[in-house]
């Protein structure tokens, strides 16, 4: 039942183009960053910049709007003798699968075929595909937890913000507030519990680009010198985390 319930969800969502329009928008950007730069190492730093926050934002809203747009058809599924739990895994795993797929191929294919074989490209590709699905559950949760789909959509574009833009403002404003005092420790705590400030510093590190990672990641990199995988672990994490809270919403949901 669980892989018939994968098929059906990922044929609906063929149907929605979006799958489609994400593997487009990565092939080109790849094509666009190898003409202008030239240089593999420049389309890697860029491309890996471009890809986290782009992707973060389209699984966060894509997933945010597929529950909304989808009640009939839940409701249909949900009418059958199937277990929520099923359901639900289903979906997850299902928009987490599309837009993987999307985002690797539409980065993969056009880079192998215009430049060969690079190994810190495919880093970076490995890096940026697993917040695919810690975006995908935050999404689903914006879209549980708030009933009104303009307010949940909203919401989720607030959240997308925080962790891009105003995490950053507040963890450097706490920097200017405490820099009389030794909590650089604190620092670095709060540094990796944001995912995306985690994976920035990685890819930057793995770059060699050390004089962008600002004094945080520098601290960062001192005291965690080898944290290629620690953005894969804490969004793996993340994602359980955020799945859990989501099926038990899920479950008490009265579509």
């Known amino acids: 039942m669980f892989a018939k319930l994968i ?3 990922s044929y609906d969502l063929l149907k929605s183009r979006w799958v489609f329009a994400t593997f487009l928008f990565y092939a080109l950007t790849v094509y666009i960053l190898l003409e202008f730069g030239r240089s593999a190492e420049k389309v890697v730093v860029s491309y890996g910049n471009i890809s986290y926050l782009s992707l973060s934002l389209f699984s966060l809203l894509l997933s945010t709007a597929y529950l909304y747009n989808n009640r009939n058809f839940l409701e249909f599924l949900l009418s059958q003798p199937v277990r929520r739990s ?4 289903s979906i997850s795993v299902s928009l987490s699968l599309s ?3 999307s985002y690797l191929l539409g980065s993969i294919v ?3 075929y215009l430049m060969g074989y690079n190994l810190s490209f495919f880093k970076c590709v490995l890096l940026n595909l697993s917040i695919v699905p810690l975006f995908v559950n935050l999404g689903l949760f914006s879209a549980l937890f708030v009933e009104d789909r303009i307010r949940g ?3 989720s574009i607030f959240l997308w913000l925080f962790l891009c833009l105003f995490y950053d403002a507040l963890l450097l404003y706490m920097v200017v507030l405490l820099s009389d005092y030794p909590v650089y420790k604190l ?3 709060l540094t990796i519990m944001n995912p995306l400030d985690l994976l920035r510093l990685t890819l930057l590190m793995d770059a060699g680009l050390y004089e962008l990672m ?3 990641g520098k ?3 001192r005291y965690l010198k080898d944290f290629y995988f620690l953005p894969i672990l804490l969004s793996i994490f993340y994602t359980l985390l955020l799945f859990i809270v989501n099926l038990f919403i899920f479950k008490r949901r009265d579509f």
Request: cysteine-free; charged content about 5%.
């Open 7 to 9: 098929k059906y969800v």
């Open 86 to 89: 099923t359901l639900f895994m």
């Open 99 to 101: 837009l993987g797929l």
């Open 110 to 112: 056009p880079f192998y």
């Open 153 to 155: 959509l909203g919401f």
């Open 187 to 189: 620092f670095i705590g």
């Open 214 to 216: 600002g004094f945080v």
């Open 219 to 221: 601290w960062l990199a």
